[in-house]
């Protein structure tokens, strides 16, 4: 350590960053979308579905108590329920082919993309969310951070999520996300991003491409660990996992 120039200690405790130079360690994107980053959109451009969730929902896995009872959050299964209830069941598209949906220049309201039934490839899911204005940023199975939230940020996506302050620094509601608390003002948020028009949209997604570029692009997380003060910092990896 006296010859260092810098010193980089590992912690394994569940606690949060709470002095200089403690970092919590990022969630990244899935290992297979990770080699097809940068992903380039137009803040401008026009999306044809204004609310979108891809993804698995299994019922042995999206619904576990640990999500409510540990972290005081709906579930995948929850949220989603809630979500189509307040957008309206008619208005949900399920599309039996994920490619052809791809291909299709048909605006729907929501656009629900159940993996057990219909699957997006892994090579096409960057441009699934491009598609999408809003996504819903369900939680994972046992956490709420799930690394489809970096993805759709890095498509332009708006995340509509729980978890705004899990992220180091967190999402701000209104600036780069929709944030909720509860299941009313998850329906509050539905409803709201049903009815925003364009240029708040456009807005918003500046403030999601400003976030990821400046905290969750490649290279963000390698800049912030290696530069700046304090010399000594504190890399904590299970602050993720710590109720808020």
């Keep these: 350590p006296e010859r260092a120039t810098a010193i980089v200690r590992v912690s394994y405790e569940r606690r949060i960053p709470s002095a200089p130079g403690e970092i919590a360690f990022p969630v990244f994107v899935h290992p297979r979308i990770a080699g097809r980053l940068p992903f380039h959109y137009e803040i401008a451009t026009a999306r044809p579905a204004r609310i979108f969730f891809g993804g698995n929902t299994a019922e042995d896995k999206y619904d576990k108590d640990v999500i409510g009872e540990v972290y005081s959050m709906l579930t995948r299964r929850e949220m989603l329920e809630t979500a189509v209830l307040q957008g309206g069941p008619e208005n949900v598209h399920r599309p039996a082919d994920a490619m052809e949906w791809l291909g299709s220049g048909d605006a729907h309201p929501f656009v629900l993309i159940e993996t057990q039934r219909t699957k997006i490839p892994a090579t096409h899911w960057l441009e699934a969310l491009s598609r999408a204005d809003f996504f819903l940023a369900c939680p994972g199975v046992g956490m709420p951070l799930c690394h489809n939230l970096v993805e759709a940020m890095a498509a332009g996506a708006i995340p509509v999520l729980q978890y705004a302050d899990y992220l180091d620094p967190p ?43 400046d905290q969750l692009a490649p290279g963000a997380f390698a800049r912030r660990l290696s530069c700046g003060d304090p010399a000594d910092k504190t890399l904590l990896l299970n602050s993720y996992r710590v109720p808020r």
């Design 171 to 213: 999402l701000r509601h209104g600036v780069n996300c929709l944030a909720f608390q509860d299941a009313e003002s998850l329906r509050q948020a539905i409803s709201r991003a049903l009815a925003m028009a364009d240029d708040e949209i456009r807005t918003l997604r500046q403030g999601v491409m400003t976030y990821y570029h």
